[in-house]
Every structure is written in C-alpha cells, then in structure tokens.
C-alpha cells in the first residue's frame, strides 16, 4: 500500500505526463497508511502506551498463559470510510509470548489459541480509566499515529484499465516496467483498511480455511471476500515492537460483524519472514 501522495510523485516521475494525470485521476482512496505523528501533527491513534478501560472490562487474558500486550488504540471518528463506527476507540491487544517467557503464540489454525488476540470497542461516553499492564507485562512505548490516505496498487498491465488510460497494447512494452517502481516503492506498516501486505499467503484466505475447514478453493475465496482488513500492525522500533523477522499482525473481521461492532468475532493472524 502506498500514501495517495507518494503514489503520484512516483507516476509523475516515471510515466508520460498524459498517462501520469489519467492514472492519478482514476485512483481511488483505500484505507490508510498509519505513521508516527511529529509534535503539533494531529494523532488519530497511539501505538503502545497503556489503555483505558471501562469499568467492569477486565484486561483481556488468555486463560493458563497470561495477560496479553496492548498493541494499540485507534479513534474511530478520525478514520473515515474504512466501515469504523462513527465515534469510540478501538482498542488492540495480543498474546505476544511475553507473559510466558516465550512458550505459547497465537496460531490463526488454531481455535484453542484464539483468546490470544482481542479487540475491544469503547464507545464515546462510555467511562473509562487509565489501566496499568499487569505484571508480568510491562508496556510498549506509546508512538502517536497520524494517518495518511492510502490506496492499493493497480497494475497498469491489467487490460481492463488500457482504454481509461488511453493505452494501447503497444504502449505496454514501453511501461510496464514501471509497475516493479511501485511494487519496490511499498513498504509494509501499519494499516486500516485496504489490502493486508501478506507475506507468506493472502490472509483472508488464510482466515477462510480455519473457518471453513475445506479444501474446495471456490468457497475458500468466497468466503475470504467475506473478510477485510481492521489493522494491520508492523515491528516498530520507537515503540518497542518485534514480530519475529519483519513480521505483521493483523486483525480481520467479517464486513457484517464489523458493521454491527461484534468486534468479539474479529480473527486474527500474523506472519513472518
């Protein structure tokens, strides 16, 4: 995924004025990039730190390894059209090995471990108290987060954007070459919304055979469709974070469940190198 911005420096850069505008024109926002927010630049979420809770919400625990991490809060309000709701916080925690010296880890193909990763919604109004990391926890540094539009790469080859392009299968030659520019121009961060940057095998699909226990790739893609992105979470060195060699997290949710705020039925996965 690439910011809206760096998207068109490069076209700009690396294709014919006429196509650069054309493609520019026809691109459209999908989800956002998440990035640490310099002093006086407006947060739209914190990585790390320590969360509020309301009371009676105890802190999530996976029962026998421990408490789990808190990952990160997101402002709802302050990340429009990814299907959030309209106001409250969403609050990401994960069995990161820590409370265990390392024995346990979350295993999206396996139900038993599924307690190991949560989120939780807190609605605007709802009151809620700083909560301290229990032992033998301790928190990750907080890194506010700004959010920059983002959009997912389309590739100029595709046949089907050749005419919106003004495009010829004679011009293809010329500039394809200039989908590599883009696809070495991505970097993998955090994320709301769009496609997750897998590494090993597309999640979705990957979610869609745990649920479905099949083999039969016509429903595994049917119901992969069915999943999208609520955040995608990378190491992250101001704040202290590690999953392994470059590896993500990341939390799905049916579209349905998301739209209804079941955030208790969000599934979670993460990869690595």
């Known amino acids: ?3 809206m911005a760096r998207f068109a420096e490069l076209v700009r850069a690396g294709l014919p004025k006429d196509v650069a505008e054309r493609w520019i024109g026809r691109a459209e926002p ?3 990039r998440l990035i640490a927010a310099s002093a006086g630049e407006a947060a739209v979420g914190v990585l790390g730190g320590e969360p509020s809770l309301p009371d009676g919400v105890e802190w999530p625990y996976w029962e026998g390894h421990g408490p789990l991490s808190f990952i990160a809060s997101l402002e709802c309000a302050a990340l429009p059209g990814v299907g959030f709701p309209q106001d409250g916080k969403l609050l990401f925690f994960y069995f990161d090995g820590r409370a265990d010296d390392f024995a346990s880890y979350v295993n999206a193909s396996d139900p038993e471990t599924f307690a190991g990763a949560r989120v939780l919604y807190v609605p605007d109004g709802m009151e809620a108290e700083p909560r301290h990391t229990p032992e033998p926890l301790s928190p990750y540094n907080p890194v506010p987060l700004r959010a920059e539009v983002a959009m997912d790469s389309v590739r100029i080859t595709d046949e089907e954007v050749w005419e919106p392009l003004g495009l010829t299968e004679d011009d293809l030659d010329r500039i394809a070459h200039f989908e590599y520019v883009l696809f070495e121009a991505e970097e993998k961060g955090h994320q709301v919304g ?9 999640v979705a699909l990957g979610i869609a055979e745990t649920v479905l226990r099949t083999r039969n790739e016509d429903r595994l893609w049917s119901e992969a469709d069915r999943w999208i992105l609520l955040a995608q979470i990378a ?3 101001e704040a202290g974070m590690e999953w392994g060699d470059g590896g993500l997290l990341y939390w799905m949710i ?14 979670f996965d993460w990869q690595s190198h």
Do not use: C, N, S, V
Request: charged fraction near 40%.
């Open 30 to 32: 999908d989800g956002y």
């Open 235 to 237: 190491g992250d060195k």
């Open 1 to 3: 995924m690439l910011t």
């Open 194 to 202: 769009g496609e997750p940057q897998h590494i090993q095998h597309p």
């Open 254 to 267: 049916r579209y349905e469940d998301l739209k209804a705020h079941r955030f208790d039925r969000a599934r």
